[in-house]
């Protein structure tokens, strides 16, 4: 028996005015674009079309109809027990920096490969590269540390001709490093992006997991699906998120002359003492702080960098080919 139909906003206003996923989904175009999506796709309990976010087949089936359909992505595929993102948050990312960029560029946007970003976990999906390539042209690297997350990466880059050349992976041999031994001497970035390990235990990711299906069903669910939750550097490391992102602060300052603004999601409000504890320490020259709403989930990006705002313009002047924007 259908329950009274809900009314849903039009337009989700709290994702980015760029964002591609602003309205709700259209199943019938993303069917049409991937018909593998079909036979996931239900009516829920309201009447309306959508596919069952407890099982992760069908949320990796719908991440591929997206990445098809709003980012021409042919291949795309993740290995059993690997983190399937939610496409919408991981675009609002990449639109919030760009314009953290625009601010340094009198409010234009740089566009094109000229543009070298620095992806911190990669992860087996490569979302972010995918999505900074298709909107705004940028170049990446991306770093990981998981040669089964590297190889799942690598493999999505290969079967995707268009990106073969503007996505280069680098596998992190030292599990203590984040910037060192993958920036190369004399290299530069003009901004790094990080979706740090979140939890600071297995145990914490997996009661995470389970709030989150609990916040989708008013049914609880005793065990999730372990592909729903994610491997060890995707959900969870030593200390969480805390400690991983005071630890890239302080490596930051070694190579506050090879990238330009660096960036990191945080997810805890209340790790935001402790991070800008951190960056006074190391004496950044400007520290942002960028909202960013999903749904009833509220997060944000820190963003900081080591140069002045001439030093800024300088480097700008140096290595942006002028009339790049959107």
């Known amino acids: 028996m259908l329950q009274p139909k809900r009314e849903h906003p039009k337009v989700k206003v709290s994702l980015h005015p760029r964002n591609r996923h602003r309205e709700r989904y259209d199943f019938k175009l993303l069917i049409n674009c991937d018909p593998e999506l079909g036979k996931f796709v239900k009516l829920n309990p309201y009447g309306d079309e ?73 992860g087996a999906n490569c979302v972010y590269p995918i999505i900074g390539f298709k909107e705004y042209g940028w170049s990446f690297a991306g770093s990981e540390i998981d040669p089964v997350a590297r190889e799942s990466a690598q493999r999505i880059i290969t079967q995707n001709p268009n990106l073969t050349d503007k996505i280069a992976l680098r596998l992190q041999l030292n599990p203590e490093n984040i910037f060192e031994g993958i920036i190369e001497p004399g290299e530069y970035f003009d901004l790094s992006v990080c979706n740090p390990p979140f939890h600071p235990s297995l145990a914490e990711a997996q009661s995470g997991t389970r709030r989150k299906l609990a916040n989708l069903s008013s049914k609880r669910v005793a065990k999730p699906p372990l592909n729903f939750g994610g491997q060890q550097n995707e959900l969870w490391c030593e200390g969480g998120e805390a400690r991983f992102i005071g630890d890239m602060i302080r490596e930051s300052k070694r190579f506050s002359r090879s990238i330009m603004w660096f960036s990191t999601l945080v997810s805890k409000e209340s790790n935001l003492n402790n991070i800008y504890q951190a960056l006074r320490k190391v004496v950044a020259a400007d520290v942002k702080t960028i909202p960013m709403g999903q749904g009833n989930k509220t997060s944000r990006i820190v963003a900081w960098t080591f140069l002045s705002r001439l030093e800024q313009e300088r480097w700008i002047k140096e290595r942006w080919e002028p009339g790049f924007e959107v």
């Open 50 to 122: 959508s596919v069952d976010f407890f099982d992760p087949d069908a949320v990796k089936a719908l991440n591929k109809a997206l990445l098809k359909h709003y980012y021409d992505v042919q291949y795309w595929d993740i290995p059993p027990g690997y983190l399937c993102p939610p496409i919408p948050g991981r675009a609002d990312y990449i639109h919030h920096i760009a314009g953290l960029l625009a601010g340094c560029n009198r409010g234009k946007i740089p566009a094109g490969n000229q543009i070298r970003c620095l992806d911190i976990g990669t």
